[in-house]
């Protein structure tokens, strides 16, 4: 059933256990996603950046498409479509679009600039069901065109966005989007604590979920992570399945060439990811 992302995530922080937020790309990604979120009893968040969203024809289609699936596929787990790193022009778009969840991500933006553009959000998005998810402190690295400095959060500016009415919120803490590179130093355990202590029973979101330790995973949902955003790992997976399909020459085998034979393996290689993933996160059977 498509819901906002507000009630699932007040259960994941209250029974210590985090939702994972998958981005989609295409429909092989949403239907995989869904299946396996249907599959393991799990809740689960579709995310979509504005560069998907217009990869895939538009808001309008995307919500078309995954309604559809939920319908025929029998998807009876709660499910979020959610947009991801959204601009405040993309947010309204996506709420007009009948999104169930939206991210306006303000940290580019002075901290006042950004409270009054959240503000603005919140009030749309709340008349309409929808939930919210703001951010302080920018992620690293480059996700989809938006680029962060990867900037710690300031614990005060976050109780500032929080007072707001957010409904989760996205707080920068080391974390990079893409592949992590060698010398990464790790989240901020410290900053994390002293931002939860401020900001209270409110659901915090970890971005860049792809490449931390399964410990350092644990320590953030025990300190009050309650929803884990992947994408850079099922396209990795993606890519290497599909990859060993043609390196095999599977698709000069009889009609190999069929899109449908071509994707599957890249497809089955999501699947695998991201129950992986629920696993680790703890959202197996929690729907």
Request: aromatic share 6%.
């Amino acid at each position: 059933m498509l819901v906002s992302a507000k009630e699932m995530l007040e259960k994941a922080l209250k029974e210590h256990y985090a939702v994972g937020q998958f981005n989609i790309n295409n429909l092989e990604w949403t239907k995989a996603i869904l299946e396996t979120a249907e599959e393991n009893n799990s809740p689960v968040i579709l995310g979509v950046s504005e560069g998907a969203g217009k990869y895939m024809g538009g808001y309008h289609t995307v919500m078309g498409m995954v309604k559809g699936l939920m319908e025929d596929l029998n998807i009876t787990v709660p499910v979020a479509v959610h947009l991801d790193h959204g601009s405040f022009d993309g947010a309204k778009e996506c709420i007009e679009a009948g999104f169930t969840s939206i991210m306006f991500d303000g940290s580019s933006y002075p901290i006042d600039e950004n409270i009054e553009k959240t503000k603005e959000i919140v009030a749309l998005a709340h008349r309409e069901g929808i939930s919210v998810e703001a951010e302080v402190g920018s992620i690293g690295g480059e996700e989809d065109g938006v680029v962060g400095r990867g900037e710690i959060a300031d614990p005060e500016e976050c109780k500032r966005i929080a007072d707001l009415g957010i409904d989760f919120l996205a707080a920068g803490i080391g974390n990079i989007h893409g592949v992590y590179p060698k010398d990464w130093q790790g989240l901020d355990f410290n900053a994390l604590d002293a931002i939860k202590q401020k900001i209270g029973d409110l659901p915090l979101v970890l971005h860049g979920g792809t490449g931390i330790s399964d410990e350092m995973i644990q320590q953030s949902i025990e300190l009050g992570v309650s929803k884990i955003n992947v994408n850079t790992e099922c396209q990795i997976a993606f890519n290497e399945a599909t990859r060993k399909y043609y390196e095999q020459g599977k698709d000069r085998e009889g009609k190999g060439f069929d899109p449908r034979k071509v994707l599957k393996s890249g497809t089955e290689a999501i699947k695998e990811t991201v129950k992986e993933k629920m696993e680790i996160f703890g959202s197996i059977n929690k729907a």
